[in-house]
Nanobody, 115 residues
Framework: QVQLVESGGGLVQAGGSLRLSCVASGNIFSITVMGWYRQAPGKQREWVASSIDGGITNYADSVKGRFTISRDKFENAVYLQMNDLKPEDTAVYYC?????????WGQGTQVTVSS
């Protein structure tokens, strides 16, 4: 079964940067949207950014101007460049591939931003 494997999380000081990666372990067909979500302790999972087939990107207001999503459709990979990180960005980050069939989720990677 195809899985999404995430990497790139870690501990960083406020103002620092991290780059998250999410790569499918096999081929996933008919991807419509690649996206990132996050879940902070005690909070619901929230949408962060999406990349739609055709190059359209969207961001949550809280990360706009600081985070950049990019994708490699042929490698079935999506990335999240996170700059100027803030303590409130601390969360487990999940990638998601939406297709015309099933959805795929990564296992999550922890991002911790210290003040």
């Amino acid at each position: 079964q195809v899985q999404l494997v995430e990497s790139g999380g870690g501990l960083v000081q406020a103002g620092g940067s991290l780059r998250l990666s999410c790569v499918a372990s096999g081929n996933i067909f008919s991807i419509t949207v690649m996206g990132w979500y996050r879940q902070a302790p005690g909070k619901q999972r929230e949408w962060v950014a999406s990349s739609i087939d055709g190059g359209i990107t969207n961001y949550a207001d809280s990360v706009k101007g600081r985070f950049t999503i990019s994708r490699d459709k042929f490698e079935n990979a999506v990335y999240l460049q996170m700059n100027d990180l803030k303590p409130e960005d601390t969360a487990v980050y999940y990638c998601r591939f939406r297709t015309t069939g099933p959805d795929y989720w990564g296992q999550g990677t922890q991002v911790t931003v210290s003040s």
